[in-house]
């Protein structure tokens, strides 16, 4: 079955990974989408190692097949007569232009908002900057940990108030992608009842404020200024991770029927004055972590997880990247894409995270999540073939 946006054509001006992420969810959605590089380097990612696998003379970054996948690449100097010319037909025949250049920089290459709609009055346009397009710093750099410490990430992750730590991945990135993609979705929603294209505008501070969630709240309602608590919920008690004899596991005790049975199950008395209440266990955390890891004292991580799930309650071990892609339960999941590298031949990949079912007349679902993905392509690798769809010469004039 065809995939959802099958037939969207996307123009991927955006390099490092905010922008090449948001194309790659559109890819893995069905898009065709062509990533415009800079020849001779390409995006910034390809440099960005180690690790580096391959040949010697030609390495590979892992960093760049991460954000890559299901696109076709061109190299362009948009500064040439022929790169403005290629990629105006672009422009003309796409559904979706990315960029995430700083603010400016496409109306100095002569593809300002004005142009873009004036070649293509239907294109829907995203935009990534770092901090805003707009306002008394919407001109500065972004770059993901300026912008996690900028937005007040860092300073609720960590150990605690006085040792801010930046997420493990670039989440500020990754975010901006995501909410841009979501953007760009509605914007095509829109455009099928309008026929007028629109543009896309976020930035990394807004992503990572739009998932500030009950933190932000604290501040903007009660007054209340977060803080870094390291591995345990700020507003739950007990939820965490909490110590046993060889090791640790998590819990999420996220109310007081599970508070009771959770109780039962390790021999606290439930009523202890000052735990008989979230609120109550929230201000004695300390006491509550006590009395937990008490009670764990006694079992080793694999028989306690046991125990919790027979009690009911929710329940984890920390597992390490290579246990999680080791996992059935990951790969049941479609979370492993297996791909043919031009260069590496057969790779894994960290695949889509969603899943499409169509429903029959009968109400049994059939999955028809696209499974056939493309490896991130060399560096114009697609060159000559998008030339020749846009009817233009194979080799670029002189």
């Known amino acids: 079955m065809a995939q959802p946006l099958a037939g969207t054509v996307v123009v991927d001006l955006t390099r490092a990974l ?33 690790p580096f696998v391959g040949p010697e003379d030609d390495p590979v970054s892992t960093y760049y097949l991460s954000c890559n996948r299901n696109k076709e690449s061109i190299a362009l100097d948009l500064k040439s007569d022929d790169g403005a010319a290629v990629l105006t037909e672009l422009v003309r025949r796409a559904d979706v232009l990315l960029e995430n250049f700083r603010p400016g920089v496409l109306d100095r290459l002569g593809f300002g908002t004005a142009r873009l709609m004036e070649l293509n009055p239907g294109l829907v346009v995203l935009s990534i900057s770092g901090f805003g397009h707009d306002g008394p710093e919407g001109g500065r750099a972004g770059y993901d ?33 995501m909410y841009g993609a979501y953007g760009v979705l509605a914007a095509l929603l829109e455009r099928g009842r309008t026929g007028r294209g629109q543009v896309v505008r976020t930035s990394l501070l807004s992503a990572i404020v739009g998932v500030h969630a009950f933190q932000g709240t604290r501040w903007t309602v009660a007054g209340q200024v977060g ?56 201000a004695n955390r300390d006491a509550v972590i006590d009395a937990v890891e008490a009670a764990f ?102």
């Open 145 to 177: 940990q300026i912008a996690q410490g900028e937005a007040g990430l860092m300073s609720l992750t960590g150990p605690g108030p006085d040792e801010p730590q930046r997420v493990g991945v670039p989440i500020g990135d990754l975010l901006a992608g």
């Open 18 to 50: 905010a922008g090449p992420h948001a194309g790659m969810m559109l890819g893995d959605l069905g898009a065709r989408v062509i990533k415009v590089e800079t020849p001779g380097t390409g995006d910034d990612t390809r440099g960005w190692g180690p």
């Open 227 to 282: 803080r870094a608590q390291g591995n345990h919920h700020p507003s739950i008690a007990p939820y965490g991770l909490f110590r046993c004899r060889d090791g640790a596991v998590q819990i999420s005790v996220g109310s007081e029927g599970l508070w009771r049975r959770f109780c039962a199950a390790f021999g606290i008395d439930a009523e202890t004055p000052g735990m008989a209440s979230n609120p109550e266990r929230v």
């Open 297 to 398: 004292a006694g079992y080793d991580a694999a028989e306690l997880l046991a125990a919790l799930a027979e009690a009911g309650v929710p329940a984890g071990r920390v597992r390490s990247l290579d246990e999680v892609y080791t996992w059935e339960q990951t790969r049941s999941q479609g979370l492993l894409a297996e791909v043919e590298h031009p260069v590496l031949g057969p790779v894994t990949l960290p695949g889509p995270p969603l899943r499409f079912f169509g429903v029959g007349a009968d109400g049994a679902e059939a999955e028809t999540t696209g499974t056939d993905h493309r490896p991130p392509p060399v560096l114009d690798q697609h060159g000559e073939e998008i030339r020749a769809w846009l009817g233009l010469p194979a080799v670029r004039p002189a």
